[in-house]
């Protein structure tokens, strides 16, 4: 097993609409999907699709959209096995409404009945061949947990920055690579107005590389003292839905393959952008084949 992963998964209920509504309105949808989704689980998702072995550690119940999720992990080839399933709860889900033109998406999600995993569940004694380790954050007690662990036994700890939540911070201390949205990046240093003044901001918290996706602007990235940038490839966007989440899933492929951050960068800018030209989350994730072509001449 190469690549660890916990945080969450869950079943995204996907509707298709001409224009975003207003308050009080109502609006017709012209098309529904249902496909799996969730930040750390569809990043594995990705790495299990270019060949990568992994495993992913959440907590999901037995109902209907468990088995989904299950179901789901199992037909992309990333082990369950160590997946805490609890009998009698209710398990996450997302409505994403998705605008027609232009694919942008907003997500209603519920976090579900079942017990989050804390840090009495966590153990990487299992995984002695693990390299790398992939935190989302939602379970922030777990999470931290494993990170130490992570560290304890050598791995390199990635986390997925998307959302600032109670204990992020101290999360982030305990990583080698943070790759934060806007979104996490504002309760703390306002306005990403000066990307290259925020990198500087977030790696005061302790990680040793930090990047900033910044949705259609593209990422940025500050490895030592240098500052990369990296373009959105043009794409007629589909769906944004799980976009950062394959970002950080083939960043992490770069990381196996030794790659510097600029080809780590450039490598999950172009994993993403495919990835938008589908609607969901995993759907339109590619293969290593995939991406290279698209890649080439670009």
């Known amino acids: 097993m190469q690549v660890v992963g916990l945080g969450q998964a869950c079943l995204d209920y996907l509707g ?7 308050e009080d309105d109502k609006c017709e949808l012209m098309d529904l999907h249902v ?11 990705t790495l299990s699709r270019l060949g990568i072995q992994t495993s992913f550690l959440g907590s999901i119940s037995d109902d209907p959209r468990g088995i989904e999720i299950v179901k789901g992990l199992k037909e992309e080839k990333v082990d369950s096995a160590f997946l805490k399933i609890t009998h009698g709860y209710t398990s996450q889900f997302a409505f994403i409404a998705i605008t027609e033109k232009g694919g942008n998406r907003t997500i209603f999600w519920h976090r579900g009945s079942v017990p989050h995993l804390r840090a009495g569940d966590v153990d990487l004694s299992p995984f002695s061949k693990a390299e790398i380790l992939h935190v989302d954050g939602l379970m922030i007690e777990a999470a931290q947990e494993a990170a130490r662990q992570a560290r304890n036994r050598g791995l390199t700890v990635v986390m997925d920055a998307g959302t600032m939540r109670e204990g992020s911070l101290e999360l982030a201390s305990l990583v080698d690579v943070l790759i934060a949205s806007e979104r ?25 590389e930090v990047i900033l996706t910044l949705g259609s602007k593209g990422s940025i990235g500050l490895s030592g003292e240098e500052i990369i940038s990296q373009k959105a490839f043009p794409i007629n966007a589909v769906d944004t839905t799980g976009a950062g989440d394959v970002y950080h899933g083939a960043y992490i492929y770069g990381l196996l393959q030794g790659w510097d951050m600029p080809e780590c960068m450039r490598f999950a800018s172009a994993t993403s952008a495919i990835k938008c030209g589908e609607i969901g989350a995993r759907k339109g994730i590619p293969h290593l084949e995939e991406i290279r072509e698209f890649m080439t001449g670009k």
């Open 184 to 208: 996490f990046a504002e309760p703390f240093i306002g306005k990403v107005e000066a990307p290259e003044k925020a990198l500087e901001t977030l790696r005061q918290l302790g990680p040793k």
């Open 35 to 45: 496909q799996c989704g969730g930040p750390a689980s569809t990043a594995l998702v």
């Open 16 to 22: 298709i609409l001409r224009v975003y509504p207003e």
